[in-house]
């Protein structure tokens, strides 16, 4: 069973950079490819594909957003983080980490973590 943790600010002002970690358990005995994504939720809308890391190194991002993103990993700490620059309103929305055995398998969820973007 894997557990993820999400922690960052509640609250972001506009044109700040967002950053955002995922603490990572419970995969010690997984073998193989996993994948660390991020999604999002904005209010009243579906979810959002934001970006991905695998356990090899390799990352992923959504095409809207790749200007903007940055997914990173901290394998010593069983961490990966997500930050998002230059964040406006539309930014807000509820944030996900995520993980797969696939690219795109959202296997194990965090609880999620409301962000806001205002001044």
């Known amino acids: 069973q894997v557990h993820l943790q999400e922690s960052g600010p509640g609250v972001v002002k506009p044109s700040q950079t967002l950053s955002l970690t995922c603490n990572v358990s419970?995969?010690?005995?997984?073998?193989?490819?996993?994948?660390w994504t991020w999604i999002r939720q904005p209010p009243g809308k579906g979810l959002e594909w934001i970006g991905a890391?695998?356990?090899?190194?390799?990352?992923y991002y959504s095409p809207s957003l790749k200007s903007r993103a940055v997914v990173s990993k901290d394998t010593s700490k069983n961490q990966f983080t997500l930050q998002l620059a230059s964040v406006t309103p539309e930014d807000t929305a509820m944030y996900y980490c995520t993980w797969g055995k696939q690219l795109h398998a959202l296997d194990y969820w965090g609880q999620g973590i409301q962000v806001t973007v205002s001044s």
């Open positions: 419970g995969e010690s005995t997984i073998t193989g490819y996993v994948y």
């Open positions: 890391i695998s356990n090899s190194g390799r990352i």
